[in-house]
């Protein structure tokens, strides 16, 4: 089972309004990643940060933003949904290491804007 | 830029045959792969890694191939069950912390 969570798991919300993505992982992992994806297809990364206080962009545009205020929460904030705003976003975790590691997924939030 | 990709969207096999899902990498500096297993309405989930001073690395019921030569990736997944059945992805990533890039997925479909 997932030691990363996401909620909600779907949300249907209409233009304009203001929406935050949670995510939490209790792996104590240093580094979490926000990808978004669409069905079937492969992931893009919109933001990453390295630990408490540290962001970056990924390398899909987003108009989202994020921040990392504790070690083990990684929110993700719409200002102004619209449809084009529509996919699935997943978030992610690893730790901090001198060596590549595998990325931890949580099961992401289907976000449909009307 | 450099991208990941699959030859196969769509790869259909009966239960308890052998799969074999491929994957292509451009960028030859690219020292770290990895597949991982997306099934319906979850994250992807890990299954095996492999580092570029390694050809083969075997899991269990799964093995990655690594062709550095012609920058080729596989996935053999042995005595393929129904639980088997995701999107399947590959990803790369060159030096110790850098992003991983991940290709378009391939569906596996398990016949029974």
């Known amino acids: 089972e997932a030691d990363i969570y996401q909620t909600p798991r779907y949300l249907v919300i209409g233009t304009g309004k203001k929406i935050t993505l949670e995510c939490s992982q209790t792996?104590?992992?240093?580094?979490m990643y926000w990808y978004q994806q669409d069905p079937g297809m492969e992931l893009h990364l919109i933001h990453y940060?390295?630990?408490?206080?540290?962001?970056e962009k990924g390398d899909l545009s987003s108009e989202s933003t994020v921040s990392r205020i504790r070690t083990e929460h990684f929110p993700l904030t719409l200002e102004s949904a619209r449809p084009s705003h529509t996919s699935q976003y997943l978030c992610a975790s690893s730790p901090r290491s001198s060596y590549n590691s595998p990325l931890h997924f949580g099961n992401g939030t289907r976000l449909t804007v009307t | 830029g450099e991208s990941v990709g699959l030859h196969l969207p769509t790869l259909s096999v009966q239960e308890g045959d052998n799969s074999i899902i491929n994957c292509a990498y451009s960028n030859s500096a690219s020292d770290y792969f990895i597949w991982y297993k997306q099934e319906s309405g979850k994250g992807p989930q890990f299954i095996i890694d492999i580092r570029s001073n390694m050809d083969k690395r075997q899991g269990q019921r799964v093995t990655v191939l690594l062709n550095k030569t012609v920058k080729h990736l596989s996935l053999q997944i042995a005595a393929t069950q129904p639980g088997d059945s995701a999107v399947y992805f590959c990803a790369e990533s060159y030096n110790a912390g850098n992003m991983l890039t991940f290709g378009g997925g391939t569906r596996l479909m398990v016949k029974p």
């Open positions: 940060s390295y630990g408490v206080n540290s962001t």
């Open positions: 792996m104590g992992h240093d580094k």
